[in-house]
C-alpha cells in the first residue's frame, strides 16, 4: 500500500489530488490512500514528520518543506500550470490581492494596512511576503497580520472586508475565476511575487527504484490519458523537477 498526503488543499481541489491518486494507483496496481493536511502548507521544524515515521510516502508540500527533508525526500515530476505567465514552466506566482474600489494602487499603499495569510509555512503566502517587506517585521509594516488558514480563505476575507490584502496562490487564485467562485470585478491585482518553481511532489528517498521510477513515469506520461482531466484543473502535463530550483 501506498500512502499519499496533500498540505495544498483546498487551495488546490481535492479532486486533483483524488486524480493523481487514481493514476498511480492504476499504474502500479497498489492500493493508494490519500490523506489531507489542511492546517499547515507542508511540515516544517517542530511539525509532525509523517515521512519519518513512514505514514506518509508520497507527498504534495509547499517549497520550504523539501528543503527541510531535502535529505530524506526526492522528487517526483511536477505540474505545469496553464496560466499564460509561467510560459511552459512548473512555476507559479504570489499575487497580491485587494478588494476592488478601494484605494489600494501598489504594494505601498498597502503600507499600515491590514495583512492575511494563509499560513507561516507557505512560501506564495507568507515567505514571499517577508522577502518582500524586508528588514520589516510584519508587525512593524502592516497594522495587522492574521492566519487566515487557506487561499481562499484570505480571498474571502479580503472580498467581505474582514481584511485588505494578501498574497494569493496564482494557480488557486485562476482556479477559482475559472469556476466563477469569485468575479474578476470583484478584486485586482496590486502587485505579483514570482516566478517560483512550483510546490513540489516529494517521495520518501527510502522506497524501492523500481517502484520509484514507476511513479516518476505514471506522471510524466499523465496527459496522454488524463489531459482533459488535467486541464480542466488549470495544468497541462508533469515535467521533471530540478532539485536546484527548490534550493
Known amino acids: 500500500m501506498l500512502r499519499l498526503i496533500s498540505y ?3 487551495s488546490i481541489p481535492h479532486d486533483f489530488f483524488e486524480l493523481i491518486r487514481k493514476m498511480i494507483s492504476v499504474k502500479t496496481g497498489m492500493d493508494v490512500q490519500l490523506q489531507f493536511n489542511e492546517q499547515i502548507s507542508g511540515p516544517l521544524e517542530g511539525d509532525e ?5 513512514h505514514s506518509a510516502d508520497i507527498g504534495f508540500v509547499c517549497a520550504p518543506t523539501f528543503r527541510w527533508l531535502k535529505a530524506q525526500l526526492e522528487l517526483l515530476p511536477v505540474p505545469v500550470p496553464t496560466d499564460i505567465r509561467a510560459n511552459g514552466k512548473a512555476v507559479y506566482f504570489a499575487d497580491v490581492v485587494v478588494r476592488n474600489g478601494l ?6 499603499d498597502l503600507r499600515g494596512k491590514r495583512w492575511a495569510y494563509n499560513d507561516r509555512n ?5 515567505f514571499s511576503m517577508l522577502d518582500r517587506i524586508a528588514p520589516h517585521s510584519p508587525t512593524e509594516y502592516f497594522s495587522e ?10 480571498l474571502q476575507w479580503i472580498l ?8 494569493i496562490d496564482s494557480n488557486a487564485l485562476l482556479y477559482q475565476v475559472r469556476r466563477n467562485k ?18 513540489p511532489i516529494v517521495i520518501r528517498a527510502d522506497l524501492s527504484f523500481s517502484l520509484k521510477e514507476s511513479i516518476h513515469n505514471c506522471l510524466l506520461r499523465a496527459h496522454e490519458t488524463f489531459g482533459s482531466e488535467l486541464l480542466s484543473f488549470g495544468f497541462t502535463s508533469f515535467i521533471n523537477a ?4 527548490y534550493d
Not at 507557505?122 to 507568507?126: A, H, K, L, V
Open 242 to 245: 530540478v532539485r536546484e530550483d
Open 182 to 199: 469569485i468575479e474578476v470585478s470583484e478584486f485586482k491585482i496590486v502587485e505579483t511575487w514570482g516566478p517560483f518553481p512550483i510546490q
Open 160 to 167: 467581505k472586508g474582514q481584511t485588505d490584502a494578501a498574497a
Open 145 to 154: 497580520v492574521v492566519q487566515s488558514g487557506s487561499h481562499l480563505e484570505s
Open 8 to 10: 495544498l488543499a483546498p
Open 122 to 126: 507557505s512560501r506564495s503566502g507568507w
Open 103 to 108: 484605494p489600494f494602487f501598489s504594494f505601498a
Open 49 to 53: 514528520n509523517p515521512f519519518a515515521d
